[in-house]
């Protein structure tokens, strides 16, 4: 199994631009969660999906930010239009019962 | 929601020491789970315990969930071992999956 695999793994772009991360979970994995991770309010939730459909999306700190997931094996966490501000690691995790699986993180860096 | 707070924040130890991280959470849980954040930034599921004892190696976590509190040791520490370690669980009555992070203990084994 090839883990939760995120890409790109680094991205900078300049203010104004859209992104897209994507996400391939673990098959099998019912469960799917965006998180993003800064030195000032740590690892939040964005946003989680059961059996592809949004569950609490809560986190997502604004409009700018969407997800999708349009099948069991893609999801996508798309910004725009991207702000300094959303400089930050963005993890995707999958999950089968209990255990949360990490996929190796999006470095965004916007510029 | 739930309040997750861990300590110490930082911790210093010389290789071959024992340690114990503490998590307090402020509500009942369904789901609390400790995490290995590594020196590249990979995030590693150690236990799901939300409450009782387990071991894994080195490693042992104890949940006392009627004090609303985690433990985590680690035995013969060893300089791999350095990071940030995580707590993270959800209240009672939310989905299991929609976990709360602690700010975590940053560990430093020295050789």
């Known amino acids: 199994d090839a883990g939760v695999i995120q890409s790109p793994r680094h991205e900078v772009t300049e203010m104004g631009q859209e992104v897209t991360l994507r996400c391939k979970p673990i098959s099998g994995h019912d469960y799917l969660f965006w998180y993003r991770q800064t030195m000032m309010r740590g690892l939040e939730l964005l946003i989680y999906?059961?059996?592809?459909?949004?569950?609490?999306d809560s986190g997502m700190p604004e409009d700018r930010f969407s997800a999708k997931m349009p099948n069991a094996s893609f999801s996508t966490l798309k910004i725009q239009p991207s702000e300094p501000r959303d400089s930050a690691v963005y993890f995707c995790?999958?999950?089968?019962?209990?255990?949360?699986?990490f996929g190796s993180g999006t470095r965004l860096t916007v510029v | 929601g739930i309040q997750v707070e861990q300590s110490p924040p930082d911790l210093i130890l010389q290789e071959g020491a024992n340690s114990t991280l503490r998590c307090n959470f402020s509500d009942s849980v369904n789901n609390l789970q400790w995490f290995h954040q590594n020196p590249w930034g990979q995030l590693i599921n150690l236990f799901y315990?939300?409450?009782g004892t387990k071991q894994n190696g080195r490693l042992s976590a104890t949940t006392v969930a009627t004090e609303r509190y985690s433990l985590l040791y680690i035995s013969s520490s060893q300089t791999t071992d350095s990071g940030v370690y995580f707590c993270?669980?959800?209240?009672?009555?939310?989905?299991?999956?929609?976990?709360?992070f602690g700010q975590g203990t940053i560990l430093t084994v020295h050789p």
């Open positions: 993270a669980s959800n209240a009672g009555g939310t989905s299991y999956g929609k976990l709360t």
């Open positions: 999906f059961n059996n592809n459909v949004p569950i609490d």
């Open positions: 995790a999958s999950s089968f019962s209990y255990g949360y699986t």
């Open positions: 315990i939300p409450s």
